[in-house]
């Protein structure tokens, strides 16, 4: 990779992270992971409480980049056409009836699709078909979705009432899952300075497609040396129960995760090298992205459950106990 390159890709990254710091107080690290993703190429589940910024975060980030955007509200009525599109029936002046494929909302470059959890299986399924295939069949026509292409979904962990959880295999479809914390003291005061205002802030558009790819191009040219490889995928590895498992891992998860999995974590490692100026992959790389990585890819038994240990908890233990086995 060029040194011209590499200054190219942070200063146009740099002007993304400006822009939505005009808008967004607060939620560097969950920006930077949204970046992460953004620059692997692949989609983005962000769990959080109402109120915490997760769809104006995704809307100026849509806003910064010159690509198209459309904002799909996940109800329990929400039918899988509603969007990916269906035929519709057309009849001319002279009579003739022909069918018309009418486009739905997730032909788009970046679709919000915010309360995922809202819609029914059925409904959801649609939507991450169209998230692995990265087209949508119609009518016996198979349509490309637009490039790059990106979801970003949303969900509320505290109202269950009502929702539709969605299916563990289905979760493997985001290469990550940020959860987005509540803002600090000083950033609340923020919020009400910027927000009780008539200010109106605009964001500018700094980056096309074409230099997003470019980005994207520029992180799967990071290299990664064999040592820093079989450490994440003894990370993977080691989410596994078994009789080398440590002992959160046999006593609190049912499921480790897949091949997905390490495959996440170096496509996301190697942007955190990328945008932290480096051409070769760190061992704090991988560690840095473990958590959003693979915490929807491990799945607790029932006593992790009903102990409420969650799965940043488990990672964290395998992170420490593989901390002494770098090569």
Request: overall charge negative.
């Amino acid at each position: 990779m060029a040194q011209q390159t590499l200054e190219d890709c942070l200063q146009r990254v740099e002007l993304v992270r400006q822009e939505i710091g005009k808008v967004l107080v607060g939620q560097k690290e969950v920006v930077e992971q949204l970046l992460w993703a953004v620059f692997a190429g692949g989609h983005a589940l962000l769990e959080g409480v109402p109120g915490l910024g997760k769809t104006l975060l995704v809307r100026t980030l849509s806003q910064a980049f010159e690509l198209s955007f459309q904002r799909i509200q996940f109800t329990p009525d929400l039918m899988p056409t509603d969007i990916t599109g269906t035929n519709i029936l057309l009849v001319d002046e002279k009579g003739q009836q022909s069918f018309q494929f009418q486009h739905g909302p997730i032909f788009a470059h970046v679709v919000l699709a915010d309360e995922i959890n809202r819609a029914t299986p059925k409904t959801q399924s649609a939507l991450l078909e169209a998230m692995q295939e990265r087209t949508v069949s119609a009518g016996g026509v198979t349509r490309p979705l637009p490039e790059p292409f990106f979801v970003l979904a949303t969900q509320n962990p505290l109202e269950q009432e009502g929702t539709y959880p969605l299916p563990e295999a289905q979760m493997d479809r985001f290469l990550l899952k940020i959860d987005v914390p509540y803002p600090t003291e000083e950033e609340l005061k923020m919020i009400v300075r910027q927000t009780t205002t008539s200010q109106v802030i605009t964001v500018e558009k700094v980056a096309s497609a074409e230099q997003i790819a470019e980005i994207q191009q520029a992180a799967r040219e990071v290299l990664v040396a064999d040592a820093v490889l079989d450490y994440a995928v003894k990370l993977l590895l080691a989410t596994h129960p078994g009789e080398q498992a440590i002992a959160s891992v046999n006593k609190y998860v049912r499921n480790g995760a897949g091949p997905r999995g390490v495959q996440a974590i170096v496509s996301l490692a190697k942007v955190r090298a990328l945008l932290a100026g480096r051409y070769n992959l760190a061992y704090e790389d991988v560690t840095a992205v473990a958590l959003p990585a693979l915490r929807h890819r491990m799945f607790l038994n029932f006593e992790g459950e009903a102990n409420g240990i969650r799965p940043d908890r488990v990672i964290m233990d395998i992170l420490d106990e593989l901390g002494t086995q770098k090569v």
